[in-house]
Structure formats: structure tokens, C-alpha cells
């Protein structure tokens, strides 16, 4: 019997449990459908950035906070909105998603201060969006801010976009946090239904012949895929009971698989759908499945019933010391793949 691959996630019941990540092409109709067919279980809107909305809020005579304010005069650019459409058009978007597809629609809000535009989240929820990701990063530039306070603005925006909305929240992560399990737990307390490990980061370079630093967006490498397992480790080591998505480097049915294990409850796959196209989906299903049947796994639900809960002095210790003193040579890494261009489902041209 073909094992049953039905998924949980922020409360939401799944189809499977791949997601697809926060993109641009989540937004087009027809695309969804075709995840949908796929076997996507859900997908997550690109992000629609604080800077527009507080554009949107000011242009119809809402009020702004002074630092949302400052923070539209430094960002927005109107080019943002060939991104995402921009407020308007994706409420409407998400209006015509829910048209097309069964599959539940995750909404994506993207900003880095408290404010009113948090308040969004609310005409979000109105438009028929099933969830909502939330991704902040706030400036962490000010020296007079420790940790515990930064930590406690970023808790507080969360309060502010849970306590607006009754569709579940969940919280994109950096892998900067000084203790996500700690976090984990504050998020819980403060609303929050699931976290996603972790955020995309940009990659920054130096140009030396401008003597100037800079950054660039690129597709993500399969080896990112190690530093989401680990973060997978430590919120699941003494975390809370939540659900946890892994986003980062997943590629292949076996990454799937093994976030699955480390403790993720669905997995997000955005860049290998740029790379490969929409049937990249049905491959990891069909590998995951192919798993399950040869571990005479009979559900997904069963394996993360069978996963192991990692202890902190476990993974702080043993998986550090037995494998750095009992080797002589050590694995050589694999090079970043260079950069690669394509059409809209990223398959390679030229």
C-alpha cells in the first residue's frame, strides 16, 4: 500500500509536505496550479515589504510612526512593486489564488521596525490568505542595544501581527539569534503557531576596485542545506511544541527527508524550482514515498512520530568532539555552484 503522505502544518492540513518557498512565481495563477498538481501543499507569496505599505498607508492619509516613516523614505522604489505588485494588487492576488487552487495561500510580511504598517496583516487575513509568514529584520546596528532588546522589538512586532489576525502566524528566523530555542519559546508565548528556519540572506562582497562592500541575491547552493539541519537541531533540542518548516538548500528528496528527521514538519523548496520547474515537486514526493515504503514507514505522520528528539548536551557535545578527534582527514567542500540564469521556471538558457 502506498503510504499516506498527508501533512500538519501551523495547524493547516496538507496534501504533502512540501511547501513551496516565498517567491515571485507563487503569485502567478497559473503556476500555483501547476505546484498544485505537482503535489505542492501549500505556497508562500513573496514578500510585501514594509517600505510599500507605509508608501500606501502615507498616500492615503494613514498615519505612520517616525521610524516607519524614515524607513519609506530609504527604501521604496517603485521598481519594488514590479516584485510583488505592491498592497493593492496583492490583496487581490491572493483573492484570485483561492479562485484557482485548494491549496492553501501563506501571505509573506517583510519589514524591519514597529509600526502601523504591522497592522496590515489584518486587511491580509480579509483577503482570504490561510496564513501568515512574517520575516523581520531589524537593525541591529545600534551599539546601545544589547541582544535582550533587540530580541524584545522583534517579540513585540509579533505580539502586535498576532494579536490582529486569527489565521496562523508563523516567524521566518535568521540564524543569527544567540538562542533559538530560548526564542522559540518567547515566539510561542507572544502568538506565534510555527517558525521557519531559516530567512535567506543575502551575500555579501567586497569590490576592490571601488574599495566598496555590496551584496547579491543568487540562488541557494545545496550545501546551505547543513546550516538549516542544524538549525533544525537546536530549535527542536528543548524547543517548543511548534510547528517548523525547513527552508534552505533543499534539493532533493533525500535533503527533504533528512530535514524531516532533524525535525522540520514540512519542507520548502523555492530554488530548485527556478532551477528545474514545477515537476521538481512530484521527484522529492515520489523520493520521499520511496523512503518511507523502504523503511516500511506506513505515513508521514508516522515518521515524524519515529524521528529522535536530540538532546541539548547531546548535540552541544558528543556530535562535536567524537567527529573533530577521531578523524586524520577531513572532507574537502564542494565549491559553490557559480550563478545560472533561466526563464521563468529557471531552466537553463544557452
Known amino acids: 500500500m502506498r503510504p499516506e503522505i498527508t501533512a500538519e502544518y501551523l495547524g493547516l492540513q ?59 523614505q530609504r527604501g521604496y522604489r517603485e521598481s519594488t512593486d514590479q516584485y510583488n505588485g505592491g498592497p493593492v494588487a496583492y490583496l487581490k492576488t491572493i483573492g484570485n489564488l483561492k479562485q484557482v487552487t485548494s491549496i492553501p495561500i ?61 489565521i496562523p502566524v508563523s516567524v521566518k528566523l535568521s540564524p543569527y539569534f544567540t538562542c533559538l530555542t530560548n526564542l522559540a519559546w518567547r515566539l510561542v508565548e507572544a502568538g506565534a503557531r510555527g517558525l521557519v528556519i531559516f530567512s535567506r540572506e543575502a551575500r555579501y562582497e567586497v569590490q576592490l576596485d571601488r574599495f566598496h562592500a555590496t551584496t547579491r541575491w543568487e540562488l541557494t547552493p545545496s550545501s546551505y542545506i547543513s546550516e538549516t539541519i542544524a538549525g533544525l537541531i537546536r530549535v527542536r533540542a ?62 508521514f505522520s508516522q515518521l515524524i512520530r519515529k524521528r529522535p528528539k536530540p538532546t541539548p548536551l547531546e548535540l552541544g557535545r558528543s556530535d562535536y568532539l567524537q567527529p573533530l578527534t577521531e578523524r586524520t582527514a577531513y572532507d574537502e567542500p564542494k565549491r559553490d555552484v557559480p550563478p545560472r540564469t533561466g526563464d521563468r521556471w529557471g531552466h537553463l538558457i544557452g
Request: proline fraction near 4%; charged fraction near 25%.
Open 14 to 72: 496538507l496534501s504533502s509536505p512540501i511547501v513551496v518557498g516565498s517567491c515571485p512565481i507563487n503569485l502567478q495563477p497559473e503556476a500555483v496550479r501547476e505546484l498544485a498538481i505537482a503535489g505542492a501543499g501549500a505556497v508562500v507569496l513573496p514578500s510585501l515589504f514594509e517600505e510599500q505599505i507605509v508608501h500606501y498607508m502615507l498616500d492615503n492619509d494613514i498615519p505612520a510612526e517616525e521610524d516607519e516613516a524614515t524607513a519609506e
Open 106 to 166: 501563506v501571505a509573506n510580511l517583510n519589514g524591519c521596525t514597529r509600526g502601523n504598517w504591522l497592522k496590515f496583516a489584518g486587511d491580509v487575513e480579509s483577503s482570504g490568505a490561510d496564513a501568515l509568514e512574517l520575516n523581520l529584520r531589524l537593525d541591529t546596528s545600534d551599539p546601545s542595544l544589547g541582544s535582550e532588546q533587540v530580541e524584545e522589538r522583534f517579540l513585540d512586532c509579533v505580539r502586535t501581527v498576532c494579536d490582529a489576525v486569527a
Open 238 to 299: 528543548g524547543g517548543p511544541d511548534v510547528s517548523v518548516a525547513a527552508s534552505g538548500g533543499i534539493c532533493s528528496a533525500s535533503d527533504a527527508n533528512k530535514t524531516i528527521i532533524a525535525g522540520a514538519d514540512v519542507a520548502m523548496i523555492t530554488s530548485e524550482i527556478y532551477r528545474e520547474g514545477p515537476e521538481v515537486v512530484a521527484h522529492i514526493i515520489d523520493g520521499m514515498i520511496s523512503f518511507l515504503e523502504r523503511n516500511r514507514i506506513e505515513s
